[in-house]
């Protein structure tokens, strides 16, 4: 199988490059289980399309400012894109520069603090913050939200609250879960009253989410790590709801790689660690029964997921008529719920 079989033509113009007012009034593709026809509706409509006792998975990373600027001891420019925050005031980034920053040197970022880097590991350097500030209070003091490279535009104050979802909790992520992005308190509220159950995983998005894969056949591609926390309370809750006949439903590709990755040995337990797990068709998906989700770039390692859950050809003839629809694409775009195939 190779990266081009997921390949679909996208128009320029149908990529979102700024988010709706309202979050849950983006476009809702509904991907039954059956052949066509298609629903066109709104995200605010999905509780017409979950039931009492569904469990709604979502994922709670925080997305940290995590683009930064400064300059070399050398005097030359650099930015920087954090991955990943190890601990303390150290963190593993992407640095860019005209020449890359050698061990022992410093940057000195624009608002005055000073960054030892300490070497590489891998594609990414591995620096320490040489100050004793919180390093969350400094990245939102002198940090930038780090926008997708797709999005053609800074960052604005705007972003800062909208590129993060309603139940942010847990700092860590460098990319947002976007599918969560689209649920407002009203439409929280609606499936509450429904009697739809809320559950959370926490996975910490990486910037390598928006790498392109650089091998045609993707059973040579591997993965960039992330880490993901599956707590005991939300595999109780799986368990509970799948006993009594309901169904789990992931707010995203992270939640359903959080969920596949501790369930690794068989059966759905507490995790917390690193995960590179590479799901694509061949991949039997045991831990979600629908999915909610945004729509991917053509050849990603995210569209390859999805058509693990649902089928290469239905996602691909999904896709084909979202844009012959004009839906809205990628991060602040619009949205499908996508059901497995039915048995024949």
């Known amino acids: 199988?190779?990266?081009?079989?997921?390949?679909?033509?996208?128009?320029?113009?149908?990529?979102?490059?700024?988010p709706l007012a309202e979050r849950s009034a983006s476009r809702l593709l509904v991907v039954p289980p059956e052949a066509p026809p298609y629903a066109d509706r709104h995200v605010r409509d999905l509780p017409e399309y979950l039931r009492a006792g569904d469990l709604l998975v979502f994922n709670d990373t925080r997305v940290i400012p995590a683009r930064l600027f400064g300059t070399k001891d050398t005097g030359g420019r650099v930015?920087?894109?954090?991955?990943?925050?190890?601990?303390?005031h150290e963190v593993l980034?992407?640095?860019?520069?005209?020449?890359?920053?050698?061990?022992?040197?410093?940057?000195?970022?624009?608002?005055g603090t000073a960054i030892e880097v300490l070497g590489r590991e891998g594609e990414f350097y591995r620096l320490r913050f040489l100050t004793e500030e919180p390093l969350e209070k400094l990245l939102l003091r002198a940090g930038r939200m780090p926008l997708p490279p797709y999005i053609q535009r800074e960052a604005g104050q705007a972003d800062l609250e909208r590129y993060q979802t309603l139940f942010a909790r847990h700092t860590g992520a460098v990319a947002a879960p976007t599918a969560g992005l689209h649920f407002d308190q009203p439409l929280l509220a609606a499936l509450e009253a429904r009697g739809v159950q809320f559950g959370h995983v926490t996975l910490h998005v990486g910037a390598g989410t928006f790498q392109p894969m650089r091998v045609d056949s993707i059973h040579e591609h591997v993965m960039h790590s992330e880490w993901l926390n599956v707590g005991a309370g939300l595999c109780q809750q799986v368990a509970r709801t799948r006993a009594a006949g309901g169904r789990?439903?992931?707010?995203?590709?992270?939640?359903?790689?959080?969920?596949?990755?501790?369930?690794?040995?068989?059966?759905?337990?507490?995790?917390?660690g690193d995960t590179n797990i590479f799901i694509f068709p061949g991949h039997h998906i045991r831990t979600v029964d629908a999915l909610v989700?945004?729509?991917?770039?053509?050849?990603?390692?995210?569209?390859m997921l999805v058509s693990a859950f649902a089928g290469r050809e239905r996602v691909l003839a999904a896709y084909a008529h979202a844009v012959r629809e004009k839906y809205r694409f990628f991060s602040y775009g619009d949205a499908m719920l996508l059901f497995p195939e039915a048995a024949a």
Request: glycine residues 10%.
């Open 1 to 18: 199988m190779k990266k081009s079989d997921f390949h679909f033509d996208l128009p320029p113009e149908l990529i979102a490059q700024e």
């Open 79 to 88: 930015e920087i894109l954090l991955e990943r925050l190890v601990g303390g």
């Open 93 to 111: 980034a992407q640095v860019g520069a005209s020449k890359s920053p050698k061990p022992g040197g410093r940057i000195t970022l624009d608002e």
């Open 248 to 272: 789990v439903v992931a707010v995203g590709t992270t939640v359903v790689r959080a969920l596949e990755t501790a369930a690794r040995g068989g059966e759905l337990k507490p995790y917390a």
């Open 293 to 303: 989700t945004n729509f991917h770039l053509p050849e990603s390692t995210l569209m």
